[in-house]
């Protein structure tokens, strides 16, 4: 075991619903669904927190980034929308709409401000995979998937990752200068529990939250199993980086209702997308 976490906020601050962990510049971390659904928590390193964001009628947030210039996006699973927030003015707006997706879940981005988007059917075990450009125009990468939850990009930029909770495979695929994928191939194939959200690290290890294990599993990026680290509770959700050198990881908790967090020893990709 590599470490062991420890408790970041109180338990039942959040929703079942807890999601989409992110942190900004300052290292504050931003969380969906603080003691409501709807609305977005931040929460210090600390650990205090509060009701920072209440999202339009109709919207719900799952997994959230941000970009270089500092603006948070999030994935708005009701509302089938990629939401952008204005940091200063806390201005929310439509940075893409998809009537297509069943529900924007996990999101990635890379340095230009492109995103990457898992689009899953929970009730039929399928999903899709969308682009979404800089500009906001949303292109279908792959359909007909297992349910597509975790995404992410490696630290390179040359690889994208994508997990299908309900199967539970993570697949790799090759990614080019011009935002196309090639050689999709299986990563990694666990026996049991389910899988959601994911980040890697700067040396291009995969963080994966084990949903029902209560573990987050630590990948090579051969996919090789390199270590477990041990939750207080089992319905993990998601993760992310942040602390003043990235070492710091975040895990939403879901039947916690909380954060927790565990040291690392190689800062983590969305940390080290702030450092220049």
């Given at each position: 075991?590599?470490?062991?976490?420890?408790?970041?906020?109180?338990?039942?601050?959040?929703?079942?619903?807890?999601?989409?962990?992110?942190?900004?510049?300052?290292?504050?971390?931003?969380?969906?669904?603080?003691?409501?659904?709807?609305t977005i928590g931040k929460v210090t390193p600390a650990g205090d927190g509060e009701c920072w964001l209440e999202l339009p009628a109709g919207s719900t947030g799952n997994g959230i980034r941000f970009n270089r210039a500092g603006d948070m996006f999030i994935a708005d699973y009701t509302g089938h929308n990629i939401l952008r927030v204005d940091m200063a003015s806390k201005a929310i707006s439509v940075f893409a709409h998809e009537p297509k997706m069943n529900q924007p879940n996990d999101i990635a981005i890379m340095r230009d401000g492109t995103i990457f988007a898992s689009d899953p059917?929970?009730?039929?075990?399928?999903?899709?995979l969308w682009?979404?450009?800089?500009?906001?125009?949303?292109?279908?990468?792959?359909?007909?998937?297992?349910?597509?939850?975790?995404?992410?990009?490696?630290?390179?930029?040359?690889?994208?990752?994508?997990?299908?909770?309900?199967?539970?495979?993570?697949?790799a695929y090759d990614l080019n200068a011009r935002k196309e994928l090639s050689n999709k191939r299986l990563l990694i194939e666990f026996d049991d529990f389910s899988l959601d959200g994911m980040r890697c690290d700067m040396a291009g290890n995969l963080y994966v939250t084990r949903h029902g294990k209560g573990v987050v599993a630590k990948l090579s990026p051969a996919g090789e199993l390199l270590a477990e680290i041990r939750l207080d509770g089992t319905d993990c959700?998601?993760?992310?980086?942040?602390?003043?050198?990235?070492?710091?990881?975040y895990v939403t908790v879901a039947d916690k209702g909380a954060v927790q967090t565990f040291r690392v020893d190689t800062p983590g990709r969305c940390w080290g997308m702030w450092m220049d």
């Open positions: 075991m590599e470490a062991t976490s420890v408790k970041l906020t109180a338990e039942h601050v959040f929703t079942g619903g807890i999601e989409g962990p992110a942190c900004d510049r300052k290292g504050n971390l931003y969380v969906v669904n603080y003691g409501r659904q709807g059917n929970w009730d039929e075990s399928t999903g899709n682009m979404i450009d800089s500009a906001g125009v949303v292109k279908l990468l792959e359909q007909d998937m297992g349910t597509t939850n975790g995404v992410e990009v490696g630290p390179r930029e040359d690889v994208l990752y994508v997990n299908e909770s309900a199967q539970r495979r993570i697949w959700t998601n993760l992310c980086f942040g602390g003043p050198d990235g070492k710091q990881c």
